[in-house]
Every structure is written in C-alpha cells, then in structure tokens.
C-alpha cells in the first residue's frame, strides 16, 4: 500500500492571525528538549514504512522500537515513553498487540498516538481506529478523509485524502472533544486542533511528502517521541509537524525528485537546529476555534 497522506506544503494567502512567535519558540525548546531525553518510542505501524519510519526517529534524536506482536505489546507498552499505533497493514497479530499496548497506556494515564490510514475506506481497519479511539488517545493524526471518517464520515481512497483541511474541521472537533484528543490533520496546511477549541496551523512543507513511502505515517511517530517532552499533546502534535515540515521544505531544496528527497529528509531530521525553527516557523495559533 502506498502512503499518500498529505503533508503541508506552504501556500500563498492571508492568514486568520499573524504568526505567534511563543509556539515557534516552544517548538524548538522541545526539539531540544527531545534530542536530550531520546526518548524510546514504541511503533505499532504499517509493514510498509517502518524501516523510513525508525530511520526518522533516530534522525531527530529518538529510539525505535517496532514492537508489535502478542505477547510483547503491552509488555513494551509500559516501558516506552511514546507509543503509536498506525492502522496501515492491521494483521491479526498487530491488532492484538494494538489492543495490550493502548489498554496498558490507558491504565497508566500515559500519552499514545493513534493514526487511522485508510480509515473509511476499508472496513478492518475502519472499525478497529473507531475501537481504538475509545482508548483516548492523546493525539489522532491522520489527513482530512481518514479524520473524517474516524468521526463517522465518508472516507477517502485509501490512503489519499478527497477532503480539504477545512472540510475536516468539524470532524477533528468532534473528535477532540468525544476523546479528549489533540487532532492533527495533514494537508497543504496543516491543522492542530485542542481538546479546549484551541486551532494552531502549520504551513510549512512540500508537495514531496506525498511522493515518498511513509511521508505521513513518520510524522505520526514523530508525535508520539513528542509527547515524551510536552505533556500537552496540542503543543506535541505543533512541534512534531513543525520540526517535520520544516526539515522536509529544507530537503525538497536539497533533491532532484522523490529518491533524493527522502534521503535528504533523513538528512536534515537530523541536521535541524532549535536556532531554526524558532527563526522559521510561522505558526498561527486560533484561539477558541469551533
């Protein structure tokens, strides 16, 4: 399976509000923050990205563990410090260990992050993400289909979305208040929306991230190693995506196509400064957003 989640890419336009200086500024204290506690993130995540997916992690400064068969999930679940859980290629056994891992996450009131792919469009996985979700994840990261369709909508095409950002919007409210999660929506800006109403847009990245495996599914692990330093999961879903879009808009520069492209990401995951994003990111936070 291909994954074609969009990822922000920038765009012209006006913006609700100006950019807020203090959620750039938080994002890289928690970049640094990350790179000093490397925190160990378990993946329970599609077959098909788990190699671009641990090779992300350890280039931001964090430990894969791709622990996901019976028998381990939940054990591992309680040692990790960040957990995802990826629907992507949902076999029995990962469904399984899905199950251990967030039951021992709910039990110890820790942080884990639930992203659907493909949800809405086919129906294992639809009804296990719904499942899951009761689960309360602290974050749901998906793009503007897959966070329609957890919410009970109509779906994309597999992996690709069908719905704009602004289309998902009532759906990621619906979401963050029925399981008190930050909901992240991917797209050409991309969308965090908080528990409280709260919306912050990212809009920062490159049409690139849809052209490579994983491109998604690897922001949602990046999440998941941010909640082990911001326990605020709105503030760890805006430093994920902002570390990330801003690492990938520097390696769409670096690339001649999508080959170099996610060589250069890895690159420049790893190469990215706390100087930078704080210089870089224009972040626009809505307050109270419905």
Do not use: K
């Not at 329970?44 to 090779?55: E, K, L, P, R, S």
């Not at 919007?169 to 800006?189: C, I, K, N, Y």
């Not at 847009?201 to 692990?221: D, K, N, Q």
């Amino acid at each position: 399976m291909r994954d074609a989640v969009p990822t922000s890419a920038r765009t012209a336009g006006a913006r609700p509000a100006p950019p807020d200086p203090a959620l750039a500024e938080d994002a890289a204290a928690a970049l640094e923050d990350l790179r000093s506690a490397a925190p160990l993130v378990q993946c329970i995540t599609n077959a098909v990205v788990t190699n671009f997916t641990a090779n992300a992690l350890l280039a931001v400064g964090a430990s894969p563990a791709m622990t996901d068969i019976q028998g381990e999930g939940g054990v591992f679940a309680e040692l990790a410090d960040g957990l995802l859980v990826n629907t992507g290629t949902p076999t029995a056994e990962q469904r399984g260990a899905a199950y251990e891992a967030v039951g021992a996450r709910r039990r110890a009131g820790r942080a884990w992050v639930l992203d659907p792919v493909a949800v809405g469009a086919l129906p294992v996985r639809t009804a296990l993400a719904r499942d899951l979700l009761e689960f309360r994840p602290a974050i749901v990261r998906g793009n503007a289909s897959e966070v329609v369709a957890l919410a009970g909508g109509s779906g994309g095409r597999g992996t690709d979305a069908t719905h704009g950002v602004e289309a998902a919007r009532d759906a990621a409210a619906a979401l963050a208040e029925r399981a008190g999660s930050a909901v992240a929506v991917s797209g050409p800006v991309d969308l965090v929306r908080s528990p409280d109403g709260t919306v912050v847009r990212v809009p920062h990245g490159t049409p690139l991230l849809t052209r490579i495996t994983g491109g998604g599914c690897a922001l949602g692990a990046l999440m998941a190693a941010f909640t082990a330093v911001r326990p605020d999961p709105a503030a760890a879903a805006v430093a994920a995506t902002t570390v990330y879009t801003l690492a990938a808009e520097d390696a769409a520069a670096d690339s001649a196509g999508p080959g170099s492209f996610a060589v250069a990401l890895l690159d420049r995951l790893h190469a990215v400064t706390p100087e930078r994003i704080a210089a870089r990111a224009e972040l626009v936070r809505e307050e109270g957003a419905r």
